[in-house]
């Protein structure tokens, strides 16, 4: 090894440095994420003594004006990222391979190259040639369009600071470097100083930066934790590359809310917004089936509707199984637990199949009430009337607990065309009747069940 330089140990998921390697990281508990890359301390640290004391301001005197957003012509986009693209901005898209993310940022720069906006794209993974070849297929670009393959930061920077873009697209962080740090790109070293320069950028030139982030194999960015740290907005394309949608869900959000999502279809010329998406999701819905029925939950501001379906049948083994799909597994345990404790359901000798159909992932307390009448429609083969759809928590005692946003849940269900809603019961006090739809309210799961099983009579003496 050289004079001067060092093997530094660097944990992959959250930056920990130490001078030997461990097998747990101390900092985030994660095993076998240690690597060793190579550190040069022979330059001493250059320090610049100011030439006047940095002034400080009270924050009486700062005044706050409404922050410049660019919009993206995509609609769907702009809701993530809370109304389109703030100046100095730096966001991280991050996905599976082949969901999107190179497609969308090149739908990006098709839309603002068309309003004369300066947009310069820098890819280190593809051609020139290649890049024209998916931009032919995604449509006719503006002449306001730059594109640069350098994976050199510095030669980067120069660049930038030339053509001064007001957006800017690297294609992706993983292959960047700098000449200033002795790890090969991708390390951790090399994504944090990357990141580090980039950030620089934007904030120092005022320039709208997109970095495209690969993912593990977990699911999440590649790279030190601190990435997702360092940056303003955080991206995530969710959803399987083999299916015809997209979910494009804010995780981290500066300027705006975390729990938007946006929803892409994708087609022969790139990816589609899906302006609705409740009627996406219950598209195909069958008619007279038991053991299915439709849910209301929110995504941000953004209510959808869709079909959660359950497959209940005796066990022909010792041990039943159970399987859920778009949702979590042991909360449909909890709620069968539930159910066979306070409905005096006999389920554990049961195989249980639970599926949100679309393929998308749902996790919020609103749809377990969706659960609970699906798992009984299946168990006592009862079809539920397909105009019917409901919403609420279900705790441990049984009972049906409030939710956020009823009003909102319930005008989307009208809008589709459904006739009745339950709903729980201490939210029926804040909603406003509604003209064409049925409210019900349910304080216990025994009444909602009590609905489905004897109709619109709740005291039906009928055996749950």
């Known amino acids: 090894m050289a004079k001067g330089k060092t093997a530094i140990y660097f944990c992959q998921n959250c930056g920990f440095e130490s001078a030997k390697w461990m097998g747990q990281c101390p900092g985030c508990r994660e095993w076998n994420t240690f690597v060793e890359e190579i550190v040069d301390k022979s330059a001493p640290a250059k320090v610049k003594k100011a030439a006047q004391q940095a002034e400080v301001t009270k924050i009486s005197d700062i005044r706050t004006d409404q922050e410049h957003r660019l919009t993206t012509g995509i609609g769907e986009l702009d809701r993530v990222l809370g109304g389109g693209i703030v100046t100095g901005s730096l966001v991280l898209v991050g996905g599976d391979p082949g969901i999107g993310k190179s497609t969308l940022l090149l739908q990006v720069c098709r839309n603002l190259s068309g309003e004369a906006v300066n947009v310069l794209y820098i890819s280190g993974e593809e051609s020139l040639q290649q890049i024209k070849i998916r931009a032919q297929r995604i449509g006719a670009f503006g002449d306001s369009l730059s594109l640069l393959c350098e994976t050199n930061l510095d030669t980067i920077r120069e660049v930038i600071g030339r053509l001064k873009p007001s957006i800017v697209i690297i294609d992706s962080i993983q292959t960047m470097y700098s000449e200033n740090v002795a790890s090969a790109p991708g390390s951790v070293s090399q994504v944090r100083e990357a990141t580090g320069v980039l950030m620089q950028i934007a904030k120092g030139y005022g320039i709208s930066i997109f970095i495209v982030g690969h993912v593990t194999k977990e699911g999440v960015v590649a790279g030190p934790r601190v990435l997702e740290h360092m940056v303003d907005t955080v991206l995530y394309f969710e959803g399987d590359r083999h299916a015809a949608y997209r979910i494009l869900r804010g995780v981290k959000n500066r300027f705006g809310s975390t729990n938007e999502i946006g929803v892409f279809e994708m087609c022969n010329e790139g990816l589609r917004e899906v302006e609705n998406p409740s009627e996406y999701m219950l598209s195909g819905k ?129 809008k589709l065309g459904f006739t009745t809603c339950i709903i729980p019961e201490v939210c029926k006090g804040s909603v406003k009747d509604v003209k064409g739809i049925h409210i019900i309210g349910v304080s216990n799961v025994q009444e909602a069940i009590r609905w489905i099983v004897g109709g619109k009579d709740k005291s039906s003496k009928q055996q749950l």
């Open 286 to 414: 069958p008619e007279g089936a038991s053991g299915s029925v439709v849910a209301c939950s929110m995504e941000g501001t953004r209510p959808i509707l869709l079909e959660i379906q359950a497959l209940v049948c005796h066990s022909n083994f010792g041990m039943p199984r159970r399987t859920a799909a778009g949702t979590d597994y042991n909360r449909v345990n909890l709620l069968m637990a539930v159910l066979e404790k306070r409905v005096g359901m006999s389920l554990s000798s049961c195989d249980a199949y639970v599926n949100i159909a679309g393929g998308i992932r749902m996790s919020e307390p609103a749809i377990d009430l969706g659960l609970v009448l699906a798992i009984v429609s299946s168990y006592k083969e009862i079809p539920i009337d397909e105009k019917t759809i409901c919403f609420g928590e279900v705790g441990l005692s049984g009972e049906v607990r409030a939710v956020s946003m009823a009003a909102q849940r319930i005008q989307e269900a009208k």
